[in-house]
C-alpha cells in the first residue's frame, strides 16, 4: 500500500511537471498556490536551506539589481515570479531527497502511456480528435494568428493546426518539441540507472519522444544514446561500430523524416537570406531567434537586459517571441551567469551520477552538452522544472574531492 509521503511527493511531483508547461496550469494562482504548498512541505519535513543555494540566490538577487539601476527600472512582479519559479524546484527537490529522480521518471512513464493512448487513438479513429476537443477540453488558447492549443482533460494537448501529416504528440504540454524535451530528461535519469534498451520504461520513453515528432528532441535522443554506450565499450573496434552506428543511423533520420532535414534546411535558408540590421518583423524560428538575441546581447554581456519584456528587448515589439534557451537565458542574466549555470548543471548530474555508481566525467559532460540541444528548442528555464537540474547536487551529495575537476 503506497504511503501517505509518496501519494504527496508524487502529488507535489506532477504538479511541479503541469506549472512547467501544462496550458491548464499557467495562472498566476496556481503558481503562487504551488509555491505555498512547496514552502509549507519544505517546513513540515524541516528542511534547511544550503548554504550554496543561498549564496546562488544572493548572487541571482545582485544581479537583478544591477540591473533595476543600469535601466533605471525595477519590476518587483517579475523579480518575484522568477525567484518563486525557483524556489518551487528547490523547495520540492529538497522536501522528497534522493527519491525525487525515481519518482519524477514513474511521472514521465506514466503520462508518456496516457499520451500514447490519446495520440493513437487520435490516429486510428477518424474524427475523434474533433470529439475530444469539443467535449473534453478544459482550457484552451484561441489563436486567429497563431495555433490554436485545447486541454484535454487537462493532461492531453492537442494542436490541430499544427499537424500537416502525420499527428504529433505533445502530451500535457503547449507543443511537441517542450514534451520532447522533457522526456528526454527521463531518458537521461532512467539511462543512468539502467541502460537496457529491453527495460520498458526506456522503450515507453523512447517511443514517445519518436511520437512527438520534435527535430531537436531527435537530435538530443541520438547524441545521449551515443555518450551514454561509446563508453561501454572497451574495444578500439567495439567504438569504431557504435559510432558508425549512431551515425548512419542519424543521416538516415536527417534524410527521411521530413521534420529533420527538411525542416532544419529551410530554417537554414530563412535565416541565410534575413535582413540582420532589422530583424524586428523576421520569422520567429530558432535560428532567426539566434540572430535577434545576439542583436539584444551586444552591449549587455555581464549582467544581461533581465527578466522584463520592457529591458529583455531591443526592438520596440515587447510580445516577441523567443524560443532558443540558451541565448534567451544568456541575454537575460548575462554570459558569466550562464556559464554557473553550466558548472552547476555538471556538477549536478556527476553528483547522481556518482550516487548510483563511479559516476563517469565525459558521461556527465555528454549529458549536459545533450541538455544544452534541448534548450537550443525551448526556454526551459522560464519554467520551474530545469532548474532541478542545477539543485540535484543537494540532494544527491558526495564528497566535494570527488567530484572535483
Known amino acids: 500500500m503506497i504511503s501517505k509521503k509518496n501519494i504527496i511527493d508524487y502529488f507535489m511531483i506532477l504538479v511541479l511537471i503541469f506549472i512547467s508547461g501544462n496550458i491548464s ?9 504551488t509555491f505555498i504548498l512547496s514552502t509549507l512541505l519544505f517546513i513540515y519535513r524541516k528542511q534547511k536551506f544550503d548554504k550554496k543555494f543561498t549564496l546562488f540566490s544572493l548572487l541571482l538577487f545582485v544581479i537583478l539589481l544591477l540591473q533595476s539601476v543600469k535601466f533605471d527600472f525595477f519590476p518587483i512582479e517579475t523579480y518575484l515570479g522568477v525567484f518563486i519559479r525557483i524556489l518551487i524546484a528547490y523547495f520540492i527537490l529538497r522536501s522528497i531527497g534522493n527519491s ?22 487520435i490516429l486510428l479513429i477518424p474524427n475523434l480528435e474533433q470529439v475530444y476537443v469539443n467535449n473534453f477540453t478544459t482550457y484552451a488558447i484561441i489563436d486567429p494568428h497563431n495555433l490554436s492549443r ?24 503547449w507543443e511537441m518539441g517542450a514534451f520532447g524535451g522533457y522526456l528526454v530528461l527521463a531518458l537521461i535519469f532512467n539511462l543512468l540507472n539502467d541502460d537496457n534498451l529491453k527495460n520498458k520504461v526506456n522503450l515507453v520513453l523512447i517511443i514517445t519522444i519518436i511520437t512527438t515528432q520534435s527535430t531537436t528532441a531527435f537530435i538530443a535522443l541520438f547524441m545521449l544514446l551515443f555518450f551514454i ?3 561501454k565499450f572497451k574495444s578500439i573496434a567495439s567504438k569504431i561500430i557504435i559510432t558508425l552506428f549512431i551515425l548512419v543511423s542519424s543521416y538516415y533520420a536527417y534524410t527521411s523524416l521530413d ?45 544581461g537586459r533581465g527578466p522584463n519584456s520592457i529591458t529583455r528587448y531591443s526592438s520596440t515589439n515587447k510580445n516577441e517571441i523567443r524560443t532558443v534557451g540558451t541565448t534567451d537565458m544568456i541575454v537575460r542574466y548575462g554570459l558569466a551567469f550562464f556559464l554557473l549555470i553550466i558548472y552547476l548543471m555538471y556538477r549536478s548530474i556527476e553528483s547522481y551520477s556518482r550516487s548510483i555508481d563511479k559516476g563517469d566525467k565525459i558521461k556527465s559532460i555528454g ?20 532548474w532541478i537540474l542545477i539543485f540535484l547536487q543537494y540532494v544527491y551529495n558526495i564528497d566535494k574531492e570527488e567530484i572535483d575537476v
Request: proline letters at 2%; a neutral charge; zero cysteines.
Open 25 to 33: 496550469f499557467t495562472s498566476k494562482s496556481i503558481l503562487f498556490t
Open 100 to 121: 525525487f529522480i525515481d519518482k519524477f521518471i514513474k511521472v514521465m512513464y506514466y503520462l508518456s502511456i496516457i499520451s500514447l493512448g490519446f495520440y493513437f487513438s
Open 150 to 173: 485545447y486541454s484535454v482533460f487537462g493532461i492531453y494537448t492537442i494542436i490541430p493546426e499544427a499537424d500537416d501529416l502525420i499527428k504529433s504528440n505533445s502530451g500535457p504540454f
Open 229 to 231: 554506450y561509446y563508453q
Open 259 to 303: 521534420f529533420l532535414g527538411k525542416k532544419i534546411e529551410h530554417q537554414l535558408k530563412m535565416a541565410s537570406v534575413v535582413n540582420t540590421s532589422n530583424l524586428q518583423n523576421a520569422d520567429t524560428q530558432r535560428f532567426i531567434n539566434i540572430l535577434k538575441d545576439w542583436n539584444d546581447f551586444q552591449g549587455h554581456e555581464f549582467i
Open 367 to 386: 549529458i549536459v552538452i545533450v541538455i544544452l540541444t534541448l534548450l537550443m528548442s525551448e526556454t526551459y528555464f522560464l519554467y520551474s522544472l530545469f
